[in-house]
T-cell receptor, first 116, second 114 residues
Framework: KAGVTQTPRYLIKTRGQQVTLSCSPISGHRSVSWYQQTPGQGLQFLFEYFSETQRNKGNFPGRFSGRQFSNSRSEMNVSTLELGDSALYLC???????????????FGPGTRLLVL | AQKVTQAQTEISVVEKEDVTLDCVYETRDTTYYLFWYKQPPSGELVFLIRRNSFDEQNEISGRYSWNFQKSTSSFNFTITASQVVDSAVYFCALEGRGAQKLVFGQGTRLTINP
């Protein structure tokens, strides 16, 4: 079974631009979560989607948004990029039906975003 | 609030040594879940183990073992006879019932030298 895939793997943007990252979960998984990883703040939860609905959201500004499609694929958007948005963005998927935490989240390889 | 502390920022040992990674957590939930993930240089977080708060049995998987002690709020990870391939950053994480999100520790960078 294929794992979680994320595209693109690497991205360079400039301040003020916007960016969209994509995540395809493991087949059959309906929950997708996003995390931001930076050297200073570590791994932080952004949001989680299940059946096209956002179920939980972390403490990030409104510039960070996401959505989930009917096939469970998810996208994350960051508008008006700032230098501090440079990070590794990780997507994780799980079955989702019996959340919370009764299943394991499996992570993709991440998208490394550099904002110049 | 939930919190995970991995006090060891970096550990360096010689191959074949045993090494223990510490994890201490804080939560007010009575039902919660603890995890360990491994992050190799490629960046992907690799799932190692999940343990729920009602299961204090220690677990062994090959060279890996985990010691869960609710009394001290600790969930430590031991690698026996370490190998160079074990070099990675290891994260301990907590998820509370209803939280629907993982709270991670800061990670421990483990370097196994040949």
């Amino acid at each position: 079974k294929a794992g979680v895939t994320q595209t693109p793997r690497y991205l360079i943007k400039t301040r003020g631009q916007q960016v969209t990252l994509s995540c395809s979960p493991i087949s059959g998984h309906r929950s997708v979560s996003w995390y931001q990883q930076t050297p200073g703040q570590g791994l932080q939860f952004l949001f989680e989607y299940f059946s096209e609905t956002q179920r939980n959201k972390g403490n990030f500004p409104g510039r960070f948004s996401g959505r989930q499609f009917s096939n469970s694929r998810s996208e994350m958007n960051v508008s008006t990029l700032e230098l501090g948005d440079s990070a590794l963005y990780l997507c994780a998927s799980s079955l989702g039906a019996s959340r919370p935490a009764e299943e394991t989240q499996y992570f993709g390889p991440g998208t490394r975003l550099l904002v110049l | 609030a939930q919190k995970v502390t991995q006090a060891q920022t970096e550990i360096s040992v010689v191959e074949k040594e045993d090494v223990t990674l510490d994890c201490v957590y804080e939560t007010r939930d009575t039902t919660y879940y603890l995890f360990w993930y491994k992050q190799p240089p490629s960046g992907e977080l690799v799932f190692l183990i999940r343990r729920n708060s009602f299961d204090e049995q220690n677990e062994i998987s090959g060279r890996y073992s985990w010691n869960f002690q609710k009394s001290t709020s600790s969930f430590n990870f031991t690698i026996t006879a370490s190998q160079v391939v074990d070099s990675a950053v290891y994260f301990c994480a907590l998820e509370g019932r209803g939280a629907q999100k993982l709270v991670f520790g800061q990670g421990t960078r483990l370097t196994i030298n040949p």
